[in-house]
Every structure is written in C-alpha cells, then in structure tokens.
C-alpha cells in the first residue's frame, strides 16, 4: 500500500517570491514520484518525476523537487513564482503505472 | 506531445440514468487507460485500470457493475456510469501511459464534470 500526504492545503505567495509545497509519502516498496499541475479547467501537466538516480530533479517552468529517503519526502521548490504559477499541485506515487495522489495544495500567486 | 481527450466534459442528468463518458488517446496507442474520480477539495482517486482486449480491473470499493468500462479500441475506453445518482455527481478523470519503461509518463485528459440532480 501506498499514500502521499501534502502538508498544505493553500499556499499564498507573492509574486517573484520563492516557494516550497511539502510531500510526504509512504510505502512498502519502490515507487516512482511525480509532481503535477493542474490549471483551473485543463487536466494534470506533468512538471517532473523522479524514477532513480540523482535526488534532484529539475522539471518544466523552473520548479524543481528533491527526494529524500530517509524522509521520505519529495518536496517541490521555484525560486521565483509568477502569477501564471497560480494552480493546484499535486504530489504522486506510483508503482506498476497506477499513482496515489495527494490531497493537493492550491497556489495563489499575488502581484 | 501527447494529449489525451474526454468526451463530455459537462454532464447534467437526472438521477437514475445512464452516463458514458469517453476517453480518446489523440496521437498514440494504449493498451492500458485508467479512470480517476476526484471530489471538490480532494485529491483523484483510481477507479479502474481499463484494459483493451480485456476485462477492467476495479479497486477496492468501487462497483464494477455501477461504472462500466469498456476499451474496444487502443485509442478508446469508456467509462459508463449507470443510474445515476447524486453521490455519483464527481469529476472524472482519465489517464494513459505512454512510453514504455522508465520514461513512460501519464498523460490526462482534461477531465468530465458529472452533476446528477
């Protein structure tokens, strides 16, 4: 079994601001990780995924994740936000193609 | 890229009929597609992973014989929802994979908002 919890619900931030979204996952064996992006109206985007190798992964749009298994953790991070970042995250495991999601966490960008 | 369509993406009917909801890979093949539902403030819940050639696998708790699916091509699969009712009314999502090993990647539709009154 599998799960992921997102630690924040809303994240506010201001525009050209850094920000941090929190996940924490759990399971019983290897998974992979990834981060969508949800638009108001559109379907998940992929942003970055971590399968093995380096702990850091870099994605689309600037946004970046480290993983960290002592942790089990995989936040993600963008040094500088834009109001187009404005969106819901959300975190993912999976193992044999099928993912567990996170609850999500809304980002509101404001200028 | 790869874009994945869902057909409607707005449904309004009343309780006790049925709903298809159909999900089309545009520009690739799949032989596995999976349905998510995803209530208002939470987060997408797999349904079924839909398997052309072959019968839908259900996860826990989800009644095979109230969401049909059905994958008659390797660009289809539709996810029937029968008689309807208000509990039912969710966003449903689809997904298919593409790629094959470590890179393949998920790519959803954009989702079918179903309101049963």
């Known amino acids: 079994a599998q799960s992921v919890t997102q630690l924040d619900s809303q994240v506010p931030v201001f525009e050209e601001a850094p920000v941090e979204l929190r996940c924490n996952y759990s399971?019983?064996?290897?998974?992979?990780l990834f981060w969508y992006v949800q638009y108001p109206n559109q379907g998940l985007q992929l942003l970055l995924k971590?399968?093995?190798?380096?702990?850091l992964v870099k994605g689309i749009n600037g946004f970046e994740a480290e993983f960290n298994k002592s942790q089990t953790s995989f936040h993600l991070r963008k040094p500088s936000v834009h109001i187009s970042d404005t969106a819901e995250y959300f975190c993912?495991?999976?193992?044999?193609?099928?993912?567990?999601f996170g609850a999500g966490t809304t980002v509101t960008v404001r200028a | 890229g790869a874009v994945v369509s869902q057909h409607p993406s707005w449904v309004i009917c009343k309780s006790g009929t049925s709903v298809k909801i159909e999900c089309r890979s545009l520009?690739?093949?799949?032989?596995?597609m999976f349905w998510y539902r995803q209530f208002p403030k939470q987060s997408l819940m797999l349904m079924a992973t839909?398997?052309?050639?072959?019968?839908?696998?259900?996860e826990q708790g989800v009644e095979k014989d109230k969401f049909l699916i059905n994958h008659a091509s390797l660009t289809l699969s539709t996810l029937t929802v029968t008689s309807a009712h208000p509990e039912d009314s969710s966003f449903y999502i689809c997904?298919?994979?593409?790629?094959?090993?470590?890179?393949?990647?998920?790519?959803f539709g954009p989702g079918t908002r179903l309101l049963v009154l």
């Open positions: 997904s298919a994979p593409r790629g094959g090993g470590s890179q393949e990647t998920q790519y």
């Open positions: 399971s019983s064996v290897s998974v992979y």
């Open positions: 971590y399968l093995s190798g380096s702990t």
């Open positions: 993912a495991v999976g193992n044999d193609y099928k993912l567990s």
């Open positions: 520009d690739f093949q799949a032989t596995t």
């Open positions: 839909s398997n052309e050639g072959s019968k839908a696998t259900y």
